[in-house]
């Protein structure tokens, strides 16, 4: 019996607005690091204003790996609200992410920023969006992220 192979859909857009990190240093965890969400859009499939007071909650591993644990809400023009969770990896040379760190802009193409993302509504009408599983290409700019999510099919 041969699996199927899956196929990757465009869905929808996203472009969140960030506030500058928070380095919590190194704690149990590890070294921890928090950025919080000033807003920001969600276009295409599904069309949205992210919310401020969501945040990332990065785990930075020894070799500069990023795990990235992003939890941020959106809120239709119908007033239905999301709740997206996008949890992946950003890694890359050294010399980039450095560069990374330090805000500059850095073609994607240099580095591998890739997230899974759910999505939990209470809404009837987007409740297909929690059938679904998302992954994602992402961009870190300065002060934003921007990534298209693809529907896993």
């Known amino acids: 019996m041969t699996l199927p192979v899956p196929a990757l859909d465009p869905a ?11 380095d919590h240093g190194a704690t149990s965890a590890g070294h921890r690091r928090v950025v919080p969400i000033l807003g920001g859009q969600v276009t295409g ?5 992210i919310l401020p007071g969501g945040a990332d909650w990065q785990l930075v591993r020894h070799d500069g790996t990023i795990e990235i644990d992003g939890r941020y809400s959106a809120r239709t023009a119908s007033g239905a609200l999301l709740l997206l969770h996008a949890r992946g990896l950003r890694t890359g040379a050294p ?3 450095a560069r990374l760190g ?6 994607p193409a240099d580095y591998c920023f890739r997230t899974t993302v759910s999505i939990e509504t209470a809404a009837p009408e987007l409740a297909h969006l929690q059938r679904s599983l998302f992954l994602a290409a992402a961009e870190r700019r300065a002060s934003s992220v921007r990534y298209r999510a693809y529907r896993v099919g």
């Open 95 to 97: 010399e980039v992410l």
């Open 102 to 107: 330090r805000g500059d802009d850095v073609d």
């Open 12 to 22: 929808f857009d996203v472009v969140v607005d960030l506030a500058p990190l928070e």
């Open 45 to 49: 499939g599904v069309e949205a204003e």
